[in-house]
């Protein structure tokens, strides 16, 4: 008895404490969150009632300022109204608190005086207020001040209810808790430890035995391993739930990895989140006798994997690894993050001649030209187009099955590379809530329009419930489409289609990238002039001031423009001559496509073509670096450079400018933007161009090296602030949850298109 007591009471003490800790964190936290809803309720109300009072004081409408506040009393513990003037002299106050409001405390003083609303619980009356007072104006002068008294009694009763509801909890839960440990600790404790300790005891007296028959040891070795995996697990736990906690009492406007999992965790119900795209989150590249995991640079991943870790989702994508197929079980799937697995990786086995026609013909040589309006012939092949609508089917079957026995699914398709897969989906399952999310541009009708089975893709995204795009200009293109090409209701109010019943919405989801954290303060960092001369040494170049642009190799970058007008920028300002370098880094991309091969070999010559007629000595005006290159060698190049040149010809959104942007903590270097951007309609701070006009690109340059410190700084804290707020992972939340909202009526949306 008195080792088990030696054992249980600590145990009893440490939980009684625990609980009392808890109650006192979850009392605190009821109360905060009480007075924050007072706090938001009264700031609403009072933004609401300002424009309303402030033409009354202007006109001086004693009688309309006294139906105003008459209106507003005994509505959510709000006792009453009272208007001020600038002296403190009451110009209306609800009917039957004139003697108690008739003199203003001191926060409607401190409205007044600083012309900003403050908020405050005082005593009045023998109760306890909450008193929130804001400025009135006229013709943006300081004339009075509005005070709402709020009844806060309510809260500190709620307050003692949930003390006396925690304490009772705590005391339950402890003697609950006291008594089962005490049971556990005797009988599946220390009578096998009794038994272990007669055993040794007997071994150290000579008497050599069999162990006890119980098995004890390996009990208590199986236990242990399992207790230890399931410490892990709830460390995880723990620290989630921490994080959550500390992210609703500090109210975090920020979105991270983990709000997008706290907030879509609660908006799936335990339904697990199906991601369709052809790109996977892993790919697996055999190297010699290893088989390495890569995961791609990829905002989209980033975005995407935290939801799918909270839900225990699939994702279904094409499996393009050489070692891909060697890790996956008989049904193609595998389980993923390796080492701490969460969600699953289902693959699609594509051929090389179905790549061929779905990806490199008709995605890319068809839509992509087409989307992107570069003044590139798209190229639509009837193979191609066999080819594209059969990869379609295939993952649609792939889905299909891994949806199998889910009720009220919930899929998000990306990308241009899926026009048809919603119908596939809806056909099947028309219970299941369908997106698809477009990254690229979408053109205006007449150029759609060039694409002879225009109708099949329209047919097949009107089939998805919610349907996305980066900015709204994108989603009244979408929309004119519809309307000139089928026959259906466009419901321009809220941004709908209603084909036969079937409703479709469209929203604009501008996408971003996950916002670093800011460097510990125990890493020392290099100063940008010191990164700028070691990367100009690096390539050989002598210079002092350095330009960047980072891109895939595509006719749709602007890259033969930008560097044109860099050699316009030379021309007119010679001065800058053996001073000024620009960097293109230009990663290789679909090099088997033809005009992709000739794009590559067009943008060399016309670096060389610069080079040769600027270039003196060690100084070259452009620097091309033709390969592909990680995330920490550009953002190098982002931290170095005095501006960034992004200047595309057309983009639906465009990271990289996010990205240069979400690089420079230091709040220096310029952005210069195309107008032709997603990009364009966030960072306003950027200077912005149209990349035709080589002689606008090069003053755009001109007026970036020589911006004063101060408003590179100012524009850049602007950008940076912007960029921190729309980051990837509020994109994920918002696109999400739209998209876990929709009611969808289990209906066949065959009869829809037919």
Known sequence: MRNSLRFVLPLVTSVA??????????VSS?????????????????????????PDIAG????????????????????????????????????????????????????????????????????????YAAPLHVALRV???????????????????????????????????????FLLLRWNFLRPLKHMTHWMQALRAGNVSA????????????????????????????????????????????WTADRLRVSIRGKLQGSPLFIVSNREPYTHM???????????????????????????GTWIAHG???????????????????????????????????????????????????????????????????????????????????????????????????ALLPRLLKEARPDARVAIFWHIPWPNPEVFGICPWQRELLEGLLSADLIGFHIQSHCNNFL???????????????????????????????????FPEPPPLDVPLRSVGEERGELLNALGVEGSLLGVGVDRVDYTKGILERFRGIEQFLETYPNYQRRFTFVQIGAPSRTSIPRYHKFMSEVESEADRINQRFQAGRWRPIVFLRHHHSHEQIERYFRAADLCMVTSLHDGMNLVAKEFVASRDDESGVLVLSTFTGASRELGDALLVNPYDKQQVAEAIHSALEMSLEETARRMHRMRRIVREQNIYRWAGNLLSDLCELQVEARDPRAAVA
């Open 17 to 26: 404490l625990v609980a009392l800790l808890f109650a006192v964190y979850q």
């Open 30 to 54: 009821e109360r905060r969150s009480l007075r924050n809803d007072l706090y938001r309720r009264a700031d609403l109300l009072a933004s609401s009632l300002q424009d309303t009072i402030q």
């Open 60 to 131: 001086r409408s004693d009688r309309e300022l006294k139906r105003v506040v008459d209106k507003f009393s005994l509505k959510d513990h709000l006792d009453g109204l009272a208007v001020y003037d600038s002296d403190g002299v009451p110009l209306a106050i609800t009917s039957g608190f004139e003697d108690v409001y008739r003199d203003p405390p001191g926060v409607v003083e401190r409205a007044r005086g600083t012309d900003r609303s403050f908020g405050e619980f005082v005593q009045l009356d023998g109760s306890s207020k909450y008193v």
């Open 143 to 181: 004339v009075g001040a509005l005070a709402l008294y709020y009844d806060a009694g309510y809260i500190d009763s709620q307050i003692s209810q949930l003390w006396r509801a925690a304490l009772l909890n705590a005391a339950i839960q402890t003697f609950l808790i006291g008594c089962l440990a």
């Open 211 to 254: 162990p006890p028959a119980m098995g004890d040891g390996a009990f208590f070795e199986q236990l242990t391993h399992e207790a230890t995996h399931l410490a892990l697990n709830l460390d995880a736990a723990r620290a989630a739930a921490e994080k959550e906690a500390s992210l609703r009492e500090s109210g975090e406007s920020v």
């Open 286 to 312: 055999r190297k010699e006798k290893s088989i390495d995991v890569i995961v791609p640079a990829s905002g989209l991943v980033t975005a995407i994997e935290p939801v799918l870790l909270a839900s225990d």
């Open 320 to 418: 393009s690894g050489n070692a891909d197929r060697e890790v996956v079980d008989a049904h193609d799937r595998l389980r993923v993050p390796e080492g701490s697995p969460r969600y699953t990786l289902r693959r699609v086995w594509l051929s090389h001649e179905e790549e061929d026609g779905y990806y490199y013909g008709f995605a890319n040589e068809g839509l992509w030209p087409l989307c992107h309006t570069a003044h590139t012939r798209p190229i639509f092949e009837p193979d191609d187009w066999a080819a594209y609508q059969e990869v379609n089917r295939r993952f649609a079957d792939a889905t299909l099955e891994e949806m199998a026995g889910t009720e009220q699914p919930i899929v998000l398709v990306q990308d241009y590379h899926f």
């Open 480 to 514: 004119d489409t519809v309307d000139r090409a089928l026959e259906a209701l466009i419901e321009w109010d809220r941004f709908a289609i209603n084909r036969q019943g079937h409703l479709t919405r469209v929203r604009p989801y501008p996408i971003s990238v996950a």
